[in-house]
C-alpha cells in the first residue's frame, strides 16, 4: 500500500512545494508545510470521496496547513535570503533577475493572502476556475472575478514600484 502513497508524493510534492514556497517565501518552512500537507493527506485519504480531484483536495490541505502555520506563528511573509541566493544562481544575469524576482515577491507578499492564492494557484499551478473554486469554499464566478481583482491590485502595485507595465 505503500505504493500509491510514493506515488501520489512524487506526482504532486513540486507543485504542492512551489505554491508553499511562493506563499512563504522561505524554503525551509515550505519544505517542513509541504512534509505536514502530505502527512495528512496520507492520514486522511481514505476519507477523500472524490468530490474533488485528487490535485484540489491536496492543494486544499496545503492551503489549510499554511493558513494554520500564520495562525500559529503570527509571522508575515519574509522574503528569505536562501530563496533569493537560488534566484541569484538560476539566472545569466543574476543581479538584475534576483531584484525582479524579489520585486515580485514583494508584490505578491502585500496582498491579501486571498489574493495571492487566486494567483498562485491560477497563474503558477494552472489550475482551472473549479479547482480554485473547490480549494478555497468559493462558487467558479466568485473565483473568476477574485482572479481578475487579484491581478489588477498586483498589476497596480507593480506599476507604483516600477512606474510602468
Known amino acids: 500500500m505503500a505504493e500509491p502513497f ?6 504532486y510534492k513540486g507543485s504542492i512545494y512551489s505554491y508553499l514556497l511562493k506563499n512563504t517565501g522561505n524554503p525551509h518552512i ?8 502530505f502527512t ?3 492520514k486522511s485519504l481514505k476519507n477523500f470521496r472524490g468530490e474533488s480531484s485528487l490535485k484540489s483536495w491536496l492543494f486544499t490541505i496545503a492551503r ?13 511573509f519574509e522574503i528569505s535570503n536562501d530563496l533569493i541566493d537560488e534566484e541569484w544562481q538560476d539566472k545569466e544575469d543574476g543581479f538584475k533577475a534576483m531584484e525582479e524576482k524579489a520585486s515580485i515577491s514583494s508584490i505578491l507578499s502585500s496582498l491579501s493572502e486571498r489574493d495571492r492564492t487566486f494567483l498562485l494557484l ?8 473549479v479547482e480554485i473554486a473547490a480549494i478555497i469554499g468559493e462558487t467558479e464566478g466568485s473565483v473568476k472575478v477574485g482572479i481578475y481583482r487579484a491581478r489588477k ?5 507593480y506599476q507604483q514600484e516600477f512606474g510602468g507595465e
Open 30 to 37: 515550505a519544505e517542513e508545510l509541504t512534509h505536514d500537507t
Open 6 to 11: 510514493s506515488e501520489l508524493y512524487e506526482t
Open 122 to 129: 491560477r497563474d503558477q499551478q494552472g489550475m482551472t476556475y
Open 40 to 42: 495528512k493527506a496520507f
Open 153 to 157: 491590485r498586483f498589476k497596480e502595485k
Open 64 to 76: 489549510n496547513t499554511y493558513l494554520s502555520y500564520c495562525k500559529k506563528s503570527s509571522t508575515k
